[in-house]
């Protein structure tokens, strides 16, 4: 079992930076993949990035690669996702999820735990 707590969020102008946090739970951390994903008010759950197990794999969203880096240091079971040139429609919660497979996916259904989530605002 995997706990994991989001941490970072918060309001913030269009342009600028935010970094989530995310600490996990339980002494296998290294072995997941770890994803981030978001919702905003009234629209599905969607992929943002994603990360495998030794940061050498990641894969992001197209609406914001170039603008978030996601990494991870495994030695703090912690995962971060760097989110720079803040726009407004970046506005949502923002969840991190553990995925105990192999392949670094884009998918809700691979990952098998999830975060409570942290609300991210970017005003125009």
């Known amino acids: 079992q995997v706990q994991l707590v989001e941490s970072g969020g918060g309001l913030v102008q269009a342009g600028g930076s935010l970094r989530l946090s995310c600490a996990a739970s339980?002494?296998?951390?290294?072995?997941?993949?770890m994803g981030w994903f978001r919702q905003a008010p009234g629209k599905e759950r969607e992929f943002v990035s994603a990360?495998?197990?030794?940061?050498?794999?990641?894969y992001y969203a197209d609406s914001v690669k170039g603008r978030f880096t996601s990494s991870r240091d495994n030695a703090k079971n912690t995962v971060y996702l760097q989110m720079s040139s803040l726009k407004p429609e970046d506005t949502a919660v923002y969840y991190c999820?553990?995925?105990?497979?192999?392949?670094?996916?884009?998918?809700?259904?691979?990952?098998?735990?999830w975060g409570q989530g942290t609300q991210v605002t970017v005003s125009s």
């Open positions: 999820a553990a995925d105990r497979g192999r392949r670094v996916g884009r998918f809700q259904y691979e990952y098998d735990y």
């Open positions: 339980g002494r296998t951390f290294s072995s997941y993949v």
């Open positions: 990360i495998g197990w030794g940061a050498g794999s990641t």
